[in-house]
């Protein structure tokens, strides 16, 4: 498992793992990253990214991308 701070534009992958107290983990699973879930990433700049998750964009700051696991 890697943060998905890891993965690069274009890469696909699957969520594995989400860290974080109940309320990060409650709040990143109503924007839809939940496992099993398929994350796109669009782009990244300075480790912040643009993913593609279920119909939508999301932006993610480098500390939120890292609680997730792919």
């Known amino acids: 498992m890697l943060p998905l701070?890891?993965?690069r534009a274009?890469?696909?992958?699957f969520i594995k793992k989400i860290s974080g107290?109940?309320?990060v983990r409650q709040h990143l699973a109503?924007?839809?990253?939940?496992?099993g879930e398929?994350?796109?990433v669009v782009s990244e700049l300075g480790?912040?990214?643009i993913v593609?998750?279920?119909e939508s964009r999301v932006a993610l700051s480098k500390d939120m991308?890292?609680?997730i696991m792919v």
């Open 47 to 49: 480790g912040n990214l």
């Open 21 to 23: 107290r109940d309320d």
């Open 5 to 7: 701070t890891m993965c």
């Open 52 to 54: 593609q998750v279920k």
């Open 30 to 35: 109503e924007l839809g990253f939940v496992v």
């Open 10 to 13: 274009g890469e696909v992958c």
């Open 65 to 67: 991308a890292c609680r």
């Open 38 to 40: 398929k994350v796109t």
